[in-house]
Nanobody, 125 residues
Framework: QVQLVESGGGLVQAGGSLRLSCAAS????????MGWFRQAPGKEREFVAA????????LYADSVKGRFTVARDNAKNTVYLQMNSLKLEDTAVYYC??????????????????WGQGSRVTVSS
């Protein structure tokens, strides 16, 4: 069982930056691929980014490519999502997720085994 706790959300102006963190329990964090998803009001949950267990593989949604960066620190059991040049349409609740597979970057929500509680990001004009 893996428990995930997100932090770092908040209110930011368009063009600004935020960094989300997701801390995981357990001592096998490196064996999990990690993903970030988001859900805006009235919309379905969508893929944002993913990173493999060792950090060597990453994948991004086209809508965030070049603006967001996913990274992980396995010594701290933490995955990060650095969000730059934020846009109004980035407003959503952001979720981190874990899948028990090392070398992969899954992009569909049903592939993931564990989920955090979500962290709200609001981008204002």
């Amino acid at each position: 069982q893996v428990q995930l706790v997100e932090s770092g959300g908040g209110l930011v102006q368009a063009g600004g930056s935020l960094r989300l963190s997701c801390a995981a329990s357990g001592d096998t964090f490196r064996l999990y691929s990690m993903g970030w998803f988001r859900q805006a009001p009235g919309k379905e949950r969508e893929f944002v980014a993913a990173i493999s267990g060792g950090g060597g593989l990453t994948l991004y949604a086209d809508s965030v490519k070049g603006r967001f960066t996913v990274a992980r620190d396995n010594a701290k059991n933490t995955v990060y999502l650095q969000m730059n040049s934020l846009k109004l349409e980035d407003t959503a609740v952001y979720y981190c997720a874990a899948k028990s597979i090392v070398v992969a970057v899954p992009r569909t929500s049903y592939e993931y085994d564990y989920w955090g509680q979500g962290s709200r990001v609001t981008v204002s004009s």
